[in-house]
């Protein structure tokens, strides 16, 4: 329970300008504590309860904007153009919904976006004139919308049609089936940040399992409303529990993948709130674990026409000597790792071998009968893959790390065949490894292709770790 008392001088505290930490400090609570203790009060999850007043000269177009043309998506700043702010907590940046809806709809198209939070997709939408439907679950949430909303376009195009409601994205029996153009939307993570003080029907108040039953709704919603051929965009992140990754993406994608639709891109979102430095450093390498630094914006299409892809030839890293390995590479403290084309296996093959191997190990094709009661074993997910791990299982010790290499690859339709949602779907109906980090490295440094269908460059891998269980532990 909550003191009433204490919430009361939290929100007076915020109101005459203090800090979280400030209030944290004098009033002795978390930041998990102040953030529900203005949800209460304000119905609201915000940073700041006095902000979103209607600004007055309104600069309605980012200063630079280039359309993103590659798969790894990084927004240095978050971008405050017209109305936007990062008051809302865990609001997405302008960028992102500006890239989605400008590459995969056209003026006076119809967006839904069936987590409205603030409106961020909502004022996106006024300014490159599409019609909207915006749903939350929050009354609160949309009422914050209106007021992001409230500006004027000047010399104005004829004004897009916005509709609000507060409403529950896993039933939008209003929307008749077949006739939006986009769906451009961005859930909680699980209850990893609380909207709403419970509100029947927050997503954000369950735990994962029935967090993913919710979100197969909501993707059956998705399909239904969309019309064929046209695509639904979800930025999705994975969670942590204790020292191990809880891969909430694949699984989401998954759901969406369930309900019937194909994969158009998969997009890295750079996060570039997490420490590098000092304290997460070596905590990340004492406690042996990696900061998440990343999230997946799925591009999903609702293709009609069915392709069977056959086998796929997947080969990730050619050729590799164990002599490549480099003895004195930085060792990376994020999920993210970005290195150049020219030595990218180098340096991850180096990164995890110093992280994983205390003693032995062994790199992709070159196990052999004599190693037995292995640290770590690094695959390169391939044709051979499962007849590999059945190998490698047997060789590698208890609590022994597999390090599994794959990527995405582009299908002759288009649509993206992933690798690593084949390796964990695979391992994880293996039951005999415990996935541990999905890391993803961005390769830098490559010629832009110019793909006349207009296709992102996939310019990212992934390493997969996993701990082989032990039974009976
Ligand atoms: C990550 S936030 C979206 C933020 C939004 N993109 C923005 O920039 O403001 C997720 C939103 O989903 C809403 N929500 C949670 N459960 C919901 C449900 N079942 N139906 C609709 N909205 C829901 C929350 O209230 C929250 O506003």
């Known amino acids: 329970m909550m003191n009433t008392k ?60 280039t359309a993103e043309t590659t798969t790894v998506w990084s927004f240095k700043s978050r971008g405050a153009w ?9 609001n ?11 590459r995969y709809s056209k003026k006076n198209d119809l967006v839904v976006d069936y987590f409205c939070g603030a409106g961020t997709t909502a004022v996106e939408c006024k300014l490159l004139n599409r019609d909207f439907i915006g749903v939350d679950i929050n009354p609160y949430a949309i009422a914050l919308s209106e007021t992001n909303l409230d500006f004027e376009i000047p010399n104005g195009e004829s004004a897009p049609q916005i509709t609000l409601r507060t409403g529950d994205a896993k039933n939008l029996d209003f929307i008749r089936p077949n006739t939006v153009d986009l769906i451009c939307a961005h859930p909680p993570y699980s209850n990893i940040i609380q909207y709403t003080d419970k509100r029947n029907g927050d997503l954000s108040h369950l735990e994962y399992k029935q967090f993913l039953t919710a979100m197969g709704r909501v993707a059956q919603e998705s ?19 204790n020292k191990n990754v809880i891969p909430l993406g694949f699984w989401t994608i998954n759901k969406y993948l369930e309900a019937g639709f194909d994969i158009k891109n998969l997009i890295i979102k750079r996060q570039h709130n997490c420490k590098t430095t000092g304290f997460w450093y070596n905590n990340s390498i004492k406690f042996n674990f990696l900061l998440l630094a990343h999230e997946y914006l799925v591009v999903f299409q609702k293709k009609t026409a069915k392709v069977n892809h056959g086998n796929r030839k997947w080969n990730v890293i050619a050729k590799f000597d164990q002599k ?22 180098k340096k991850a093959l180096s990164n995890i071998v110093k992280r ?25 997910y391939d044709e051979n893959f499962e ?35 084949d390796v964990e779907r695979f391992l994880r ?30 310019t990212h891998k992934y390493v997969l770790i996993y701990k082989k269980i032990m039974y009976g532990k």
């Not at 997405?92 to 809806?101: F, G, K, M, Q, T």
């Not at 490549?324 to 060792?331: C, E, G, S």
């Not at 005999?432 to 980090?437: H, L, P, S």
């Open 6 to 65: 204490i919430i009361q001088e939290i929100v007076e505290n915020k109101k005459n300008g203090l800090s979280d930490k400030e209030i944290g400090e004098r009033l002795g609570v978390n930041l998990k504590f102040i953030e529900k203790a203005i949800t209460r009060e304000m119905g609201v999850n915000v940073s700041n309860p006095l902000m979103s007043k209607k600004k007055l000269a309104l600069v309605l177009t980012p200063k630079k904007f």
């Open 82 to 90: 017209a109305t936007h702010n990062g008051n809302y907590r865990g």
């Open 92 to 102: 997405w940046s302008p960028y992102i919904p500006r890239n989605v809806i400008s």
């Open 223 to 241: 399909f239904r409303i969309l019309k064929d051929n046209h695509f639904c965009a979800i930025l999705i992140g994975d969670m942590r529990k």
């Open 324 to 345: 490549d390995l480099m003895k004195n590479v930085d060792l990376e403290s994020t999920t993210v790792w970005i290195f150049l084309k020219k030595d990218w296996v």
């Open 356 to 380: 994983y191997a205390s003693r032995k190990y062994s790199l992709l094709n070159m196990l052999s009968s004599e190693n037995q009661d292995l640290d770590l074993i690094i695959a390169n």
């Open 387 to 421: 007849k590999k791990i059945q190998k490698a299982k047997k060789i590698l010790r208890p609590d022994g790390i597999l390090a599994v290499i794959c990527e995405d690859v582009r299908n002759s339709n288009d649509s993206i065949s992933s690798g690593a949602l």
């Open 429 to 458: 109906d293996l039951g005999e490894f415990k996935i541990k980090e999905v890391i993803v490295i961005s390769i830098e440094g490559d010629d832009k292709k110019n793909d006349s269908a207009g296709n992102l460059d996939i």
